[in-house]
């Protein structure tokens, strides 16, 4: 899993999470309304880090918002992606811990031809 660098924030006082991550709002601010933080440093106003770039460009995307005098809120984002390893693709989609009640995790496995999905 991705661990929030946090450790600046913690020194300069800013509010972090008990697990880590410099606690934002909707708009990306911190405790300190003149500091805002983005990307895998950032616990989300709804309590995740997220280890992905697309959540990071999102929040990015509401910051630039808000500097310039708009109103904008992140308030999560899809945590789908989609991986090219050694010319094996590899994706991921819906509730990636199965955490949700009737979660099923589906699987196949050709050995012989070496496919895993």
């Known amino acids: 899993g991705v661990r929030p660098r946090d450790q600046l924030a913690r020194e ?40 992905l770039v697309a959540p990071g460009y999102e929040m990015a995307e509401t910051v630039a918002e808000v500097l310039g005098g708009g109103r904008a809120g992140f308030t999560g984002a899809d945590m789908s992606t989609k991986l090219k390893l050694l010319g094996v693709d590899v994706a991921s989609f819906g509730d990636a811990h199965g955490t949700a009640e009737g979660a099923l995790d589906v699987v196949y496995a050709d050995s012989r031809s070496g496919v895993y999905k």
């Open 12 to 51: 300069c006082g800013l509010a972090v999470g008990e697990r880590g991550g410099i606690v934002v709002d909707t708009e990306c601010r911190t405790s300190d309304p003149a500091v805002f933080a983005i990307g895998e440093c950032a616990l989300a106003s709804d309590g995740r880090v997220y280890g």
